[in-house]
């Protein structure tokens, strides 16, 4: 096993573009045809991300995740993906880790991470080590309280 490095960067950065879009596949093939995802494409634009963080394995990109501001208190965890072949080595952890220092560096007290209850399984594999995050169910939301929070 090489060297694993965690690279700080923004939205643009080609390789967190790269594993947006692996991230994308991913999802398309595990609940495409449980959630109509395209209704969310808005949310995740990297353009509006300026806070990333591609992981490398020798040199090569093997994930990534990003934070973006939410309100003046809270950020909202987007876009982690680690790709399959690296999965399950606690590499997700350590990137979220490294996601939730970032945000209290800016001077975040919380951190949000919306999904679907089709997708929460892998919610469950990063949870072990966060701490004080807030889980919303869009549409669970969206039917309690007629908008989008």
């Keep these: 096993m090489g060297e694993i490095v965690f690279l700080r960067c923004g939205g643009n ?11 994308d596949a991913d999802l398309d093939l595990r609940v495409g045809k449980i959630i109509k995802r395209d209704k ?5 634009l990297t353009d509006k991300i300026n806070e990333a963080i591609v992981v ?3 040199n090569h990109p093997i994930g990534g ?3 973006r501001p ?17 999965q399950g080595k606690g590499i997700g ?7 939730i220092e970032w945000a209290k560096e800016l001077g975040y007290r919380k951190m949000i991470l919306e999904t ?3 997708i929460e399984m892998g919610v469950d594999a990063a949870s072990g080590c966060i701490v004080n995050i807030l ?10 309280y007629g908008k989008k929070p």
């Design 65 to 67: 995740g990003a934070i």
């Design 56 to 58: 490398y394995r020798d």
């Design 93 to 99: 952890k350590e990137l979220v880790s490294k996601l």
């Design 116 to 118: 679907e209850q089709a």
């Design 40 to 44: 969310y494409a808005q949310y995740n």
């Design 13 to 23: 950065n080609k390789d967190f573009i790269e594993n947006c879009r692996l991230l």
């Design 70 to 86: 939410y309100d003046e208190n809270t950020v909202e965890l987007k876009r982690v993906f680690i790709i399959p072949a690296e």
């Design 135 to 144: 889980l919303l169910d869009i549409d669970s939301y969206e039917e309690k």
